[in-house]
């Protein structure tokens, strides 16, 4: 394979299907948290590495795809410990965006969402805890999903933060984004046969565009102007969105800490500039608020749950623009980071399935577009968007 892109830790590495199936021919691959036999996963840090003994069997969504005809082809790069949004790895360097080489790639699955986006795979598997599958793959520009919180195995993955941690992935085509849901995804109750009838958009979080994204975004609604979707306009967070992103942040890195603390306090890692502040961050947090924490966030969820119903869709932008230059200050990033977690918060305390699909910005740069479903309406919300994306592109 030729990986100028710089998407792969272990190119090399190719596991065979295991037997004949629905994604004969299909190539996927995975990003370095996933446990493969006898490979060691890095996790975006050498320390990680050199500590940690090589998988003794395959995660099970991976023995999955394999029983089912697909072939997978490489591990991808990750940032350091999964703690990040941006995709530039201190260590082994920065995938090149496909979608512009001047742009970081999104993180922290930035080596799946490149792989998939230079076409060096079919699909790829991530991990989305605080936005890790949907930004990325909104800077990328290509399709990707967070699933609801624990719909999906993932056993075999290194965790971050485990109330938040789930196993996303990403394609350059809705029909095959869905065709791996109805893989991964147990089969949904009756609600799957309910219909989408009201949009809702948060206008906390429409303030947050950038430049002309909000423009080009609200484009993409034209062709539902004369459907039978209600649309309303709302504000989902009475204390605003910067409110729910510091609660996301604060029970983050209390389980973070709970995770990884021992091991960093023992191994002394060396991890890259924003990442170490984060980690030395985390380390002060009180767990013992994390109790009146976790209530605070089940109490956004059943706000939420109750607003959708069986039949609601919120709507919001993936991230506030197109993908941000590369190499920009800690400072700057961290600005940016700040508003992007505005919007990646609402799916992460919830829980809720979350699809970001790609429209192009007027200077050709990819930006994200996002549809929030109610838990365990996956299934439903991708058949959703595969039959909005087939509006979009005959329109």
Request: proline share 5%; hydrophobic share 40%; net charge negative.
């Amino acid at each position: 394979m030729n990986d100028h892109w710089g998407a792969f830790i272990n190119k090399e590495l190719n596991l065979n299907p295991k037997a004949s199936g629905k994604f004969n021919g299909i190539s996927f691959a995975v990003k370095d948290v996933f446990e493969i036999k006898n490979i060691r996963n890095s996790a975006g840090n050498p320390d990680w590495l050199k500590t940690h003994p090589p998988g003794a069997q395959n995660a099970p969504v991976i023995d999955e795809l394999l029983k089912n005809g697909a072939s997978l082809t490489g591990t991808t790069h990750t940032d350091e410990l999964m703690y990040s949004l941006n995709g530039e790895n201190y260590h082994y360097g920065t995938p090149i965006n496909p979608r512009g080489a001047d742009r970081i790639p999104g993180g922290s699955s930035s080596g799946s969402a490149v792989a998939v986006a230079a076409r060096l795979v079919d699909f790829a598997l991530g991990t989305d805890t605080g936005g890790s599958v949907r930004i990325p793959s909104s800077y990328c520009g290509i399709y990707g999903i967070r699933p609801t919180h624990g719909l999906v195995n993932i056993e075999g993955v290194i965790p971050l933060a485990k109330s938040f941690d789930t196993v996303g992935w990403m394609a350059r085509d809705t029909k095959l984004l869905l065709e791996v849901g109805e893989l991964l995804i147990p089969n949904e109750d009756s609600l799957e046969d309910t219909v989408f009838s009201q949009l809702f958009f948060e206008t906390a979080a429409w303030s947050l565009v950038e430049g002309d994204t909000k423009d080009r975004l609200w484009k993409a609604f034209d062709l539902l102007k004369e459907s039978n979707l209600n649309k309303h306009y709302i504000k989902a967070a009475e204390n605003g969105l910067s409110a729910w992103a510091e609660l996301f942040r604060r029970i983050q890195g209390i389980e973070i800490w709970k995770e990884h603390g021992a091991w960093i306090q023992e191994v002394a890692p060396k991890f890259g500039p924003g990442i170490a502040e984060r980690f030395q961050w985390a380390s002060t947090l009180d767990s013992n608020e994390y109790e009146s924490l976790i209530l605070e966030k089940t109490n956004i969820k059943n706000q939420l749950s109750h607003l959708l119903g069986e039949n609601g869709l919120l709507v919001i932008p993936t991230a506030p623009g197109e993908a941000p230059l590369r190499n920009l200050s800690v400072k700057e990033m961290e600005r940016y980071r700040s508003k992007t977690m505005e919007l990646t918060c609402m799916a992460g305390l919830t829980g809720f399935p979350q699809v970001t699909i790609p429209i192009e910005a007027a200077n050709g740069l990819p930006i994200g577009l996002s549809f929030i479903a109610n838990e365990k309406q996956d299934l439903k919300l991708l058949k959703w968007v595969t039959r909005y994306v087939e509006l979009l592109e005959n329109r």
